[in-house]
């Protein structure tokens, strides 16, 4: 069935549905090189944690880090850039796509139903022990 333009009624999405954070693309390029999280943290003068981090989709690539990556890989910097924004973007869709929630939560989904400890910090609570997720909302 089409509309009276001639495209289709039911909605197409042209975009995929599932955002992949550019710290598997990193992975898998360092894995084809045969280079360590480490190694990659010394040669672009980043804390092993800030690579570690990027890798597992929990923190972006800024500009700054694309211009070490392609010094050190030598992937030019426009690529990590747009697999930021590629992910980023899908992510809020996917977000929209679910009902309206905040594109933070389908790109974080993962760290915020991790494991929590019990107990507080700052008065929160702190990762580990427990195994409910934190409940993001307040309650009073």
Excluded: C, F
């Amino acid at each position: 069935m089409t509309t009276d333009r001639g495209m289709p009624s039911s909605p197409v999405r042209p975009w995929p549905d599932v955002a992949i954070a550019p710290g598997e693309t990193l992975a898998e390029t360092l894995e084809a090189l045969g280079m360590s999280q480490a190694e990659l943290a010394r040669r672009t003068a980043r804390p092993v944690q800030a690579i570690n981090e990027i890798v597992h989709g929990k923190k972006a690539i800024t500009a700054a880090t694309a211009l070490a990556l392609e010094q050190a890989l030598g992937v030019p910097a426009h690529v990590w850039m747009h697999l930021e924004a590629d992910y980023r973007l899908t992510a809020a869709r996917v977000a929209r796509d679910r009902g309206g929630g905040h594109a933070r939560h389908a790109i974080r989904r993962d760290v915020l139903n991790a494991p929590v400890r019990s107990g507080t910090q700052h008065g929160r609570r702190t990762a580990a022990t427990n195994t409910r997720p934190i409940n993001r909302r307040r309650t009073r």
